[in-house]
């Protein structure tokens, strides 16, 4: 068997899983299995914050809740700006999803990230797109695109950020450059035209016919592309910031601004790139405490990091939850009545 009937009997074996019909004893199993996620997530994050909190006098911090709101706000827009993103990349791909459907499956699947090794967040956006006008094939492939370019955008702008005078005094700083270089260089490879439409072909054989092309990225979205990504990380630069004036003494000064919109893209795309942590859990705070604090002060350096994550955490929770509401009453919509006996 050559290597194309080889990746299709996989492909027909997982879809035969998919397929399965889900019994209400399946169904039992899939809920439970997301709330021992969820409470092992909210456990997993709440012990991490609790060892760093010696690091900050937590009594002594005035917050000011409205700057939090306000970080919630901005980190919802980057998000919504993404989800929008990845419905570009599924449509180039020949996906034909509902308006809102593919938007609703990207904020879905923030949770996903929680699960280490992060496949979780495929299998969502497939499951949720798959049969409503989009392959899962496409759904999984559009992520492999979408993921690794606004992280890898993320990382050329820390490392633009860091070799500029913004970053004169971050300790580590030739570390620093080394990690956000090496990721911008590494995922902007991967996602270039030549190199991504190769990985394309590969991955999409068993999914597509002898004579079918390979799905592809259109040149109008990556156009769209730039300007799109500049929008989303400036929305995160500036939820750091909100994060950071919650607790600081002063509002930060706007020559401030652009090292928090590098602590914040270099702790992600860190975060993403270590696979075996949940979200990056720990190696994203290191990352923000790492440039933060000698300019800011440990204590705002801190609560940024624990501050960020536990207010994205909440929007993601929120979003994730009204959004698949949404889903499901589109579905039971959408699905046709049951014939009477």
């Not at 559009?142 to 370019?149: K, M, N, Q, S, V």
């Amino acid at each position: 068997m050559n290597l194309r009937g080889q990746m299709r009997e996989w492909a027909r074996s997982a879809a035969q899983e998919l397929d399965r019909p889900k019994t209400p004893l399946r169904r039992a199993a899939f809920l439970t299995a997301r709330l021992i996620v969820i409470v092992l997530v909210i456990y997993g994050i709440g012990r991490h914050l609790w060892s760093m909190s010696g690091d900050v006098n937590w009594f002594a911090l005035r917050i000011h809740w409205g700057w939090l709101v306000i970080c919630g706000v901005l980190y919802l827009a980057a998000q919504l700006l993404l989800g929008v993103f990845y419905r570009l990349v599924v449509v180039d791909m020949g996906g034909q999803p509902q308006p809102g459907r593919a938007v609703c499956a990207y904020l879905v699947s923030q949770l996903g990230k929680y699960v280490p090794g992060k496949a979780m967040v495929i299998i969502i956006r497939a499951g949720m797109l798959r049969g409503r006008g989009v392959r899962a094939s496409v759904a999984a492939l559009a992520t492999f695109f979408e993921t690794p370019t606004s992280l890898g955008a993320g990382a050329a702008i820390a490392f633009g950020i860091l070799a500029s005078e913004f970053g004169a005094e971050v300790e580590g700083r030739a570390a620093l450059l080394a990690i956000a270089g090496g990721l911008a260089l590494l995922l902007g490879v991967l996602m270039s035209p030549w190199v991504f439409r190769w990985i394309l072909k590969l991955v999409s054989l068993p999914f597509r016919a002898d004579d079918e092309e390979a799905p592809a990225v259109g040149m109008r979205t990556r156009l769209v592309l730039i300007p799109l990504m500049l929008a989303v990380w400036a929305l995160l630069g500036a939820s750091a910031v909100a994060c950071a004036d919650a607790v600081s003494a002063e509002p930060l000064s706007a020559t401030q601004w652009p090292l928090l919109l590098a602590a914040t893209a270099l702790a992600m795309a860190a975060g993403f790139a270590v696979v075996v942590m949940p979200s990056g859990l720990g190696v994203r705070e290191w990352v923000i405490m790492e440039v933060l604090a000698p300019s800011l002060g440990s204590e705002v350096a801190v609560f940024a990091a624990v501050g960020l994550r536990v207010v994205w955490l909440v929007v993601e929770v929120l979003a994730s939850a009204i959004t698949y509401g949404w889903v499901e009453a589109w579905n039971r919509r959408d699905r046709p009545p049951e014939s009477a006996p």
